[in-house]
């Protein structure tokens, strides 16, 4: 099967890393906790943070959970759009908060004017995966920084998720030293790769990244994902040669899926939405590819991508066979009404 329904980064990474990695693999390595001071300090270089603001975590879903444990009490509302990361909701009802939600409507616009109104007195926490995950949405910066704004004054923290840097190039990391309110988020599990082995960080405010170090669990990280991080970390040119390819694959994907008559919607991400309802039922697509050796998604029951599957996109000529399954996917489903 072709695993194009997760996320996950399509192409192997380069064998010598493999192979880096597989040797250091031995005795201490298994027998010793983990020992990350390497990784904070080349992450902190790489971020041009200090090291004490950043706090490495299992995941970046870690991250997530540790600011809900940290800051969100009984009726604390927090602010998220919808859809977006399925976590972010799960947490705020495991934490027991009240979940102010901005709803993408059927054109995948947003009432922005709504999301500042929901950044007020009682919010706690506004969370934004910026692109979003599933819309793909990237906000504008001038949106981002007024929410930001507003949050300081409620008082509320704002966690920019950007699980999906470097394949948009937008970062608001630069905005950590004018805004102590503010945290980013970020993943090893997409454009590095590293989904398996759980790694990820947070960077912020001093105090607010000591708040999140009390609550996680100690030694979460592994020295294999901490090893991996390290040398993701030393040689950028890993993540910013697959964000190439994954951009390559997306202008094939968008050529060939718009002329089979869908619509590919533009994308900052690894993933693409494809409208499909006009021509088949997206879930009956779903099973279609599956046949096929191919796995993506629908979304039922979301209103804005109920007519859509998601693709995780890769490689031009692994969107060039997917795009050859989709239209015989589609030729088949034809067919099938026909008889
Ligand atoms: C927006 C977003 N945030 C966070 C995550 C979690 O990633 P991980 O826990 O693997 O770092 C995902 C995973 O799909 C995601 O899409």
């Given at each position: 099967m072709v695993r194009l329904h997760r996320n996950e980064r399509q192409s192997p990474l380069p064998d010598w890393f493999v192979n880096k990695v597989s040797r250091a693999i031995g005795g201490s390595l298994f027998t010793n906790y983990p020992a990350a001071d390497e990784l904070y300090r080349v992450l902190g270089e790489q971020l041009e943070l200090p090291e004490d603001q950043i706090l490495l975590t299992a995941g970046s879903d870690?991250?997530?959970?540790?600011?809900?444990?940290?800051?969100?009490?009984?009726g604390d509302a927090v602010v998220m759009l919808q859809p977006s990361y399925a976590m972010y909701e799960?947490?705020?009802?495991?934490?027991?908060?009240?979940?102010?939600?901005?709803?993408f409507d059927r054109d995948m616009k947003l009432d922005y004017q709504k999301l500042l109104d929901c950044v007020s007195s009682g919010a706690r926490l506004v969370i934004l995966a910026n692109p979003n995950q599933p819309t793909g949405a990237l906000l504008e910066q001038?949106?981002?920084?007024?929410?930001?704004?507003?949050?300081?004054r409620v008082p509320a923290l704002v966690a920019l998720d950007e699980a999906?840097?470097?394949?948009?190039?937008?970062?608001?990391?630069?905005?950590?030293?004018?805004?102590?309110?503010?945290?980013?988020?970020?993943?090893?599990?997409?454009?590095?790769?590293?989904?398996?082995?759980?790694?990820?960080f947070v960077?912020?405010?001093?105090?607010?990244?000591?708040?999140?170090?009390?609550?996680?669990s100690a030694h979460d990280i592994n020295s294999i994902a901490v090893l991996a991080a390290t040398l993701l970390v030393n040689h950028p040119e890993i993540m910013a040669d697959y964000a190439r390819q994954v951009s390559q694959g997306a202008e094939v994907l968008t050529r060939m899926a718009n002329g089979l008559g869908l619509e590919a919607l533009p994308t900052y991400t690894n993933f693409m939405q494809i409208r499909v309802g006009h021509r088949c039922d997206p879930s009956r697509l779903v099973a279609k590819l599956e046949e096929k050796g191919y796995l993506v998604r629908s979304h039922t029951g979301v209103p804005c991508l109920e007519d859509c599957i998601r693709v995780t996109l890769g490689p031009p000529e692994l969107m060039m066979s997917f795009g050859r399954a989709l239209q015989q996917a589609l030729e088949e489903l034809d067919e099938g009404r026909r008889d």
């Open positions: 870690a991250a997530i959970k540790a600011l809900f444990h940290a800051y969100i009490r009984q799960v947490y705020a009802r495991l934490f027991q908060a009240e979940v102010r939600a901005v709803t001038r949106l981002l920084r007024e929410v930001i704004e507003r949050a300081a999906y840097y470097p394949f948009s190039d937008f970062t608001a990391l630069p905005w950590l030293s004018g805004f102590s309110n503010l945290l980013i988020i970020r993943t090893f599990s997409k454009a590095a790769g590293l989904a398996g082995l759980r790694i990820g960077a912020g405010h001093r105090e607010v990244v000591e708040n999140l170090f009390k609550v996680r």
